[in-house]
């Protein structure tokens, strides 16, 4: 529910990245999946990273949405959910976006879209084992493999 009262609809999305070379060239890939509808979404950039392109599939899944919905986001990077579940966000922020080390944090610009996007919707942050039994996780890693550019 919203915070009217209203039910949201229910959307599961898994997400992941991938790069050749780190940094290098990487993709990344998401599935979407409401009710018996299903959407896949992957891109790429030339020079990025792999904790860059695990934040771009969140980023680009959570754009998909044109309304607010309670969404079970999977990924296998811990970094990405363990910042959502762990609010690493709130030390980040008090601390003017500096980390623990007093170094500014990495990928801010992603974190700050991040949060925006997160803002909008009910998020649960679900960790999955990364190239392992989980189909939608694997085919999130193909089409993130399938969007490096050549």
Not at 6 to 11: A, F, G, R, W
Not at 32 to 38: A, D, F, I, P
Not at 56 to 77: G, R, T, Y
């Amino acid at each position: 529910m919203d915070k009217a009262g209203v039910k949201m609809k229910e959307v599961i999305i898994y997400t992941d990245g991938a790069c050749s070379g780190n940094p290098g060239p990487g993709g990344y890939g998401a599935v979407l999946r409401y009710g018996s509808h299903e959407k896949e979404i992957s891109g790429g950039e030339r020079q990025t990273t792999n904790q860059r392109m695990e934040m771009q599939a969140a980023i680009a899944a959570l754009e998909q949405l044109s309304e607010p919905c309670h969404v079970l986001l999977h990924s296998d990077s811990a970094y990405l959910v363990n910042a959502f579940i762990q609010n690493w966000f709130g030390k980040w922020q008090s601390n003017g976006w500096l980390n623990s080390k007093k170094q500014p944090v990495e990928n801010r610009d992603l974190w700050e879209k991040l949060l925006v996007l997160a803002g909008k919707h009910q998020i649960e942050w679900v960790k999955v084992k990364g190239h392992a039994d989980d189909e939608l996780n694997n085919r999130c890693d193909q089409l993130a493999r399938d969007a490096v550019p050549r």
